[in-house]
């Protein structure tokens, strides 16, 4: 079936502007995440959704970051007032949520520059 | 605060040579290792997990508490191993995976 996908694979924007990115999990993933890798760094965790839980925000960095999730559908990361830091790819990855320890699919990232 | 490390940025192998890929963790709760591999153009996709105690693609992985090291290593290195490899935890009980820097293999044929 299809796995995770996420929109777009590019995005170029000015300093200030506000950016969104879509992710789509796959179907019938309840967990979904997000994480950013800037350059040269690992993968930072910055949110988790599960199912009707409150989401886990702890790794956001600030509050210019926010992510809403639709159900078990698709989730939105929203990134205010883009800073030249922002620039690095967004991941987004879900897994089934049936039991702790699931594993986690990826999708292939969105490319963020902020210019 | 947890935390992966894998000091190898780079790490170039002779075909047929053995491969050791190493990682180190904090040590803090109860922790599951992971390894995750990015090959050329592709995603992010797992490899192995320390809990499953298998091998995949040949390698394998070896929870050490006492060296709080989870080292990837596979014997014959072929060419198609070459990718970009991620060392990950996370906390029993706690979903949100903790990553390494990142080691980018070569395989030199």
């Known amino acids: 079936g299809a796995g995770v996908s996420q929109s777009p694979s590019n995005k170029v924007t000015e300093k200030g502007k506000d950016v969104e990115l879509r992710c789509d999990p796959i179907?019938?993933?309840?967990?979904l995440y997000w994480y950013r890798q800037r350059l040269g760094q690992g993968l930072e965790f910055l949110i988790y959704f599960q199912g009707n839980s409150a989401p886990d925000k702890s790794g956001l960095p600030s509050d210019r970051f926010s992510a809403e999730r639709t159900g078990e559908s698709v989730s939105t990361l929203t990134i205010q007032r883009t800073q030249q830091e922002d620039s690095a790819v967004y991941l987004c990855?879900?897994?089934?949520?049936?039991?702790?320890?699931?594993?986690?699919?990826f999708g292939p990232g969105t490319r963020l520059t902020v210019l | 605060a947890q935390r992966v490390t894998q000091p190898e940025k780079l790490l170039s192998v002779f075909k047929g040579a053995p491969v050791e890929l190493k990682c180190n963790y904090s040590y803090s709760g109860s922790p599951e290792l992971f390894w995750y591999v990015q090959y050329s153009r592709q995603r992010l996709q797992l490899l192995l997990r320390?809990?499953s105690r298998e091998s995949i693609k040949g390698f394998t992985a070896d929870l050490n508490k006492g060296e709080t090291s989870f080292h990837l290593k596979k014997p014959f290195a072929q060419e198609e191993d070459s990718a970009m490899y991620y060392c990950?935890?996370?906390?029993?009980?706690?979903?949100?995976?903790?990553f390494g820097t990142g080691t980018r293999l070569t395989i030199i044929p």
């Open positions: 990855a879900s897994s089934s949520g049936t039991s702790l320890g699931d594993t986690q699919y």
């Open positions: 320390h809990i």
């Open positions: 179907s019938g993933h309840t967990a």
């Open positions: 990950a935890r996370r906390n029993f009980g706690n979903e949100k995976l903790t």
